[in-house]
């Protein structure tokens, strides 16, 4: 299992093929011949990948399996040729499929080794390792529908496994299987997942991300009150829609700054902006509310303040899930304020500056972009980002007075 969770080369596999003789002509009738032996080599080598059916690949897998092909020696005359013989195309993702409501939920393998978390558009496999201690870690998008088998599509490499589910009426277990394993998993709860880094995965490009959050007025500090109600607490979010079906799911991702006055030792404590790093979050909530929590990756970014701008930046190297984050995946912006209604008086040695204009009168502020604002657990209306791309919100649509939280822009950046 742990090769396909390293997002196997194709080049690899197919270089026992040997390749084809090269010609200065490839449209020629002699380039484009290929042996039987090599024709029936490649299709076991894909079939090995997970490549069962040729005809139901993504546009970028029929592109990654011509340059495969071509990085081993075929010419390109031999690579339609292979293309035309094996049926190799790209179609649509079924939009409609989608897992039942039964297969929704967290399951493991009874050593608790490896573990699912399933949602209706998309699940996750973990498998532990022992010795890194750390979970190897795959995302598939559920891509298309063939009887009881639900084709899942690696959301990094492209590459396609079935998942399958056992409807017997003697177990209510769920069977996983891939070109390598088959493995048996029985309902489990999050809690009994343990809570550790996601391993490095040396294959995965290094990527960075920097996020930007402009706000109308951005505090130095604040004080966080942990007596009465409500207690304090300031906080901005960044939702990245992995599996891109405009909810908040399992599988996503959400960057989080927070500063809570329950995480604080004393009743009031002042805090700078910058005291907290951002944590990098991925979701086991779905969308039929069967799952519930998130598990925190612990390897978190780093923040910066320019202004009123807030900077977070996270590394690859850092933290190996960064890499299902691309310049399509799309985004939600939250900001929120939680503070006893102001009564426009300085606290402590804090002068206005510092602490920003204290000119409210509600208790609750909240922002978002795009709208709506978050309301619930359940988060929707993404916006397509396109990687440096500045998103502009209207100034004062804010919930509640704090211009603290008053969204103004919002830039991501994928490298």
């Known amino acids: 299992m742990k090769r396909n969770l390293l997002a196997l080369s194709i080049a690899a596999l197919l270089t026992a093929c040997g390749g084809g003789s090269s010609s200065s002509d490839p449209s020629s009738e002699q380039s484009q011949k290929v042996s039987a032996a090599e024709l029936n080599q490649v299709k076991r080598n894909l079939s090995d990948l997970g490549y069962d059916n040729l005809s139901h690949l993504s546009t970028q897998q029929v592109a990654i399996v011509k340059k495969a092909l071509a990085d081993v020696g075929f010419n390109s005359g031999q690579v339609n040729y292979l293309i035309d013989e094996l049926d190799i195309r790209a179609s649509v993702a ?18 608790e080794q490896f573990f699912l978390f399933v949602g ?12 890194d201690d750390c979970w190897h870690q795959v995302m598939f998008h559920i891509a298309h529908q063939d009887g009881d088998d639900y084709i899942g599509e690696d959301a990094y490499s492209g590459f396609r496994f079935p998942l399958t589910l056992n409807k017997s009426s003697t177990s209510d277990g769920l069977f996983y299987k891939d ?11 999050v809690n009994d997942f343990t809570t550790k880094n996601i391993c490095d995965n040396p294959l995965a490009p290094t990527k960075t991300v920097d996020v930007e959050i402009a706000v109308q007025e951005l505090p130095q ?13 300031l906080q901005w979010q960044i939702f990245f829609d992995i599996n891109k079906n405009n909810q908040y799911d399992v599988g996503d991702l959400t960057f989080l700054h927070r500063h809570v006055a329950a995480m604080q030792s004393a009743d009031e404590t002042v805090v700078n902006v910058t005291d907290t790093v951002p944590n990098l979050y991925i979701a086991f909530q779905s969308q039929a509310d069967t799952v519930s929590g998130r598990a925190p990756l612990n390897r978190a970014g780093k923040v910066t303040v320019s202004g009123n701008t807030l900077k977070y930046s996270f590394d690859s190297n850092d933290n190996a899930i960064l890499r299902y984050i691309d310049s399509t995946t799309p985004i939600k912006v ?35 972009y795009p709208d709506p604002i978050r309301t619930s657990a359940n988060v929707t209306g993404f916006v397509d980002n396109v990687s440096g791309q ?26």
């Open 390 to 415: 500045v998103h502009n919100d209207s100034l004062d649509d804010q919930q509640g007075e704090s211009k603290w939280i008053d969204i103004d822009s919002v830039k991501v950046t994928v490298n």
């Open 120 to 131: 209706q558009k998309s699940y996750n496999v973990y498998i532990n390792d022992s010795v």
């Open 179 to 189: 070109p390598t394993l088959t493995e048996v998993f029985v309902p489990a709860t």
């Open 334 to 368: 939250t900001a929120e304020l939680i503070h006893p209604a102001s009564d426009n008086a300085l606290y402590g040695n804090l002068s206005l500056s510092d602490e920003g204009p204290w000119n409210w009168t509600s208790d609750g502020h909240a922002d978002a």
């Open 221 to 233: 500090a604040i004080k966080l009150l942990k007596a009465g109600n409500p207690r304090s607490r």
């Open 94 to 111: 079924d939009k409609n499929a989608g897992l039942p409501s039964d297969m929704v939920g967290v399951w493991k393998t009874v050593n």
